[in-house]
């Protein structure tokens, strides 16, 4: 009887001190996470918008289960499987990162040119929308479909605000989010200032491109350095495992033991050098 009023007891000041609290909302259904919107920028900045976060992972996943499952059948080694499973899972990943890079730094030598266009054809007498259209024909290649697209969007529904947000999720690129939104506001508040505007924005990227140039090209030996001395223990370990009885040992817990650990410094090595080295990038912060 006493165990059964201590309990109540219990269950009722629980009950008191969870109504002081305020429960969260439930996130709405069509909502995703962070990491989920994070993931699709980064698609989108890689020119891989057509390519659905789930099947960005699904990809990533059959990456890492046929590798593991195709090095447990070499070696018969679980955690030389797991290692390599990892890697490969991870490699996705990696490459979507690498293509968004270079993206941008191809991107960011050509808006120069695409601002000297636009500048062009405003003095010409063509309205803002018109000389952002015409860079669908005659600006820098790489960027002419999504100017095609813009130029298509505002002949359909005459609205620029929402042709040039059509725009901006296009591009993906922080400099095109930065110019959008300064003809935006150019558009929206008139003025006489817009040439004066895209020649100083033209200068400034001129030297943001060649600042950065001469930093990356510095830059490029510490990255280089960081990655061969990550890969270069698993690639002496994926030649070992050519031959399953050169990876019999690390069947045993010391051997995975070690896995564990030179993974693990591995990672934290390269993120150390990578943090060390990294040249601050641009981000989306207009978007």
Excluded at 125 to 136: H, I, K, V, W
Excluded at 251 to 275: D, F, I, K, N, Q
Aim: with cysteine; hydrophobic share 45%; aromatic share 6%.
């Amino acid at each position: 009887m006493g165990a059964l009023l201590g309990m109540t007891a219990g269950v009722g000041l629980f009950l008191i001190w969870w109504s002081c609290w305020q429960a969260e909302p439930r996130k709405r259904s069509g909502e995703v996470g962070l990491g989920f919107r994070r993931l699709r920028e980064l698609l989108k900045e890689a020119d891989l918008s057509s390519v659905s976060v789930t099947a960005f992972l699904a990809l990533c996943a059959v990456a890492g289960i046929g590798t593991g499952l195709a090095v447990l059948a070499v070696t018969g080694v679980l955690s030389v499987a797991t290692c390599f499973a990892m890697i490969a899972g991870w490699a996705p990943w990696a490459a979507v990162r690498g293509r968004a890079r270079r993206r941008r730094q191809r991107f960011r030598e050509l808006w120069p040119d695409v601002v000297d266009n636009l500048a062009s054809g405003v003095r010409a007498g063509l309205s803002l929308p018109e000389a952002l259209g015409a860079l669908g024909e005659r600006g820098p290649e790489p960027l002419r479909p999504p100017f095609r697209s813009f130029a298509r969007d505002y002949r359909l529904t005459g609205s620029f605000a929402d042709s040039l947000e059509g725009l901006k999720a296009r591009l993906a690129d922080p400099v095109g989010d930065r110019l959008c939104e300064a003809l935006r506001i150019t558009r929206e508040v008139g003025g006489s200032d817009l040439g004066r505007l895209l020649r100083n924005l033209s200068t400034f990227m001129r030297d943001d491109a060649r600042v950065r140039s001469e930093l990356e090209a510095r830059q490029s030996w510490t990255v280089s350095a960081a990655r061969l001395a990550v890969s270069a223990p698993w690639l002496v370990l994926a030649l070992l495992s050519t031959k399953p009885e050169s990876v019999q040992a690390y069947e045993s817990a010391t051997g995975t033991l070690v896995l564990v650990v030179g993974a693990a410094v591995s990672v934290v090595a390269y993120r150390l050098m990578t943090v060390i080295g990294r040249i601050p990038e641009e981000r989306r912060v207009l978007r």
